[in-house]
C-alpha cells in the first residue's frame, strides 16, 4: 500500500446535504475501523457548517467502538442524568422510552418536551450532542434539530437587539414548569444548593465567529427583566419565530444512525409522535464545550 492510500481509510465515503439551512448525511464509512485524521476532520467540519450530521449504517458497531466514535470529535463528558447509563460505559447514557421515573410513571412524556439545548445549567454545555439509535420505532420518534444560527440571522433587527446581550438563568427545571415536570428533576432542584449559571441568549461560536440562539426553555429560570412565567411565554414566542420549516431538519432514525449534533449554533427536540408499545433507545454521548460568551 503507498503512503497516500494508507492516509483514506474511508475511500467510499460520501457526505450529502439535506437541504441548504441544516443537514447532512454520511455513508460509506465504517466506525468499526480505525478512522485517518484527514477524515476526522472532513466529518468534524461537517457538523459545524450543516449543524447536524447523520452517520449512518453502524448497527454493527460495540459500545467501545462507538465511545471511540465519539471521541474523535473531542473529550467526552458525564450526562448529569447518572440514572440510565450503558454497562461499562459510564461516558454512554441511554435515552429509552421504557425508563421510568421514582413514582413508575414514564420518565419523559411528551408534553415535557420542548426545543433546547443540552445540560445549559452547567457552566461548560457539550458542544457536541451525539445520539445513536439502537432500537427505533416503525415511524415517527424523530429528533428535530434547528439551525438556530441562520434562524437568529433571519430575525428583524429590534428583535435581535432586544436579545443580544440578554442573559439566562439556568436551572435543572424552571420553576414555572415544576407542576408538570418529571418529580425526580423536580426534586433535585428543589434540593440544589447551587445557584443559577447565567448564560448569554444569544451566543457566539467559538470555531466561526457567527451567533446564534441558544436556550433550553424547561431550564431557564428567567431572561433578564422578566419572570418565570414571562419567561417561558418569550421563550415559546421565540421559538415559534425560529423553528420554521426551512430551518429544520427532523431525523427518523434506522437502527445504527449516529446523529452528531453542534449544540452551539441549534436547538433540537424529541419527537413523541410514535406507537408507544414500540421500542425505542438511543444511546447519548456529549462532547465537553466551552463556556458560552
Ligand atoms: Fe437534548
Redesign the pocket.
Known amino acids: 500500500m503507498s503512503a497516500a492510500a494508507s492516509l483514506v481509510s474511508a475511500p467510499s465515503m460520501q457526505i450529502t446535504k439535506v437541504k441548504e439551512q441544516i443537514g447532512a448525511i454520511v455513508t460509506g464509512i465504517d466506525l468499526a475501523k480505525p478512522v485517518d485524521a484527514a477524515t476526522r476532520k472532513a466529518l468534524y467540519d461537517a457538523v459545524v457548517e450543516n449543524v447536524v450530521l447523520v452517520i449512518r449504517g453502524q448497527s454493527h458497531i460495540t459500545p467501545a467502538q462507538l465511545q471511540a466514535a465519539g471521541e474523535m470529535f473531542g473529550e467526552l463528558m458525564e450526562d448529569q442524568n447518572r440514572r440510565y447509563l450503558v454497562d461499562g460505559f459510564p461516558l454512554i447514557s441511554v435515552l429509552d422510552n421504557r425508563h421510568l421515573d421514582s413514582k413508575g410513571q414514564p420518565a419523559k412524556v411528551g408534553t415535557n418536551a420542548t426545543w ?1 439545548t ?1 445540560h445549559t445549567n452547567q457552566e461548560f454545555p457539550p458542544k457536541f ?1 451525539m445520539l445513536y439509535a439502537v432500537a427505533v420505532p416503525d415511524k415517527g420518534g424523530a429528533t428535530s434539530v434547528c439551525n438556530s444560527r441562520a434562524a437568529y440571522e433571519s430575525l428583524p433587527d429590534d428583535l435581535k437587539r432586544r436579545i443580544d446581550g440578554a442573559k439566562t438563568e439556568n436551572t435543572l427545571i424552571s420553576s414555572a414548569r415544576m407542576k408538570t415536570g418529571n418529580p425526580d428533576v423536580v426534586k433535585a432542584q428543589l434540593e440544589s444548593q447551587k445557584p443559577p449559571t447565567v448564560h448569554p441568549l444569544v451566543r457566539t461560536h467559538p470555531e466561526t465567529g457567527t451567533k446564534a440562539v441558544w436556550f433550553h426553555k424547561s431550564k431557564t429560570e428567567t431572561v433578564t427583566g422578566m419572570s418565570p412565567e414571562e419567561t417561558q411565554d418569550f421563550l415559546q414566542d421565540l421559538t415559534d419565530k425560529i423553528t420554521q420549516p426551512q430551518f429544520c431538519y427532523a431525523h427518523e432514525y434506522q437502527p445504527g444512525d449516529l446523529l452528531i449534533i453542534d449544540d452551539r449554533a441549534s436547538l ?1 427536540k424529541a419527537g413523541f409522535d410514535y406507537d408507544h408499545s414500540q421500542h425505542r433507545r438511543l444511546y447519548r454521548m456529549l462532547v465537553r464545550g466551552d463556556r458560552p460568551y
Request: proline content about 0%; glycine content about 0%.
Open positions: 433546547h443540552d450532542t433540537h
